[in-house]
Nanobody, 126 residues
Framework: QVQVVESGGGLVQAGGSLRLSCTASGLTFDDYAMGWFRQAPGKEREGVSGISVSGGSTDYADSVKGRFTISRDNAENTLYLQSNSMKPEDTAMYYC???????????????????WGQGTQVTVSA
């Protein structure tokens, strides 16, 4: 069975650092583009960042561009999301997702991602 598991969420102060990890099993990790999504209360789920199968290409939502970094370690089947400048507006449930559609790391449409983690809560205090 496919399992996608996020970790690293918690309480962060504004301006502080975040490092989320996502480990996938039961799939051939380097056959999948990966993405991070988030959903805040009362808002639709949005794509945060995506990364290509090889890790050679990345994209970011305008709201996090310049503040967040996505990366992957295919040898360890692990995806990361890092920031050193969190804002209260970043408060949300963060989800890791995998897609066999090679372009979806850029378009970040939720419907294109077939495998999802259960999410990890990130709360940023002012």
């Amino acid at each position: 069975q496919v399992q996608v598991v996020e970790s690293g969420g918690g309480l962060v102060q504004a301006g502080g650092s975040l490092r989320l990890s996502c480990t996938a099993s039961g799939l051939t990790f380097d056959d999948y583009a990966m993405g991070w999504f988030r959903q805040a209360p009362g808002k639709e789920r949005e794509g945060v960042s995506g990364i290509s199968v090889s890790g050679g290409s990345t994209d970011y939502a305008d709201s996090v561009k310049g503040r967040f970094t996505i990366s992957r370690d295919n040898a360890e089947n692990t995806l990361y999301l890092q920031s050193n400048s969190m804002k209260p507006e970043d408060t949300a449930m963060y989800y890791c997702a995998a897609t066999s559609r090679f372009w979806a790391w850029r378009t970040l449409r939720s419907a294109d991602f077939g495998y999802w983690g259960q999410g990890t809560q990130v709360t940023v205090s002012a």
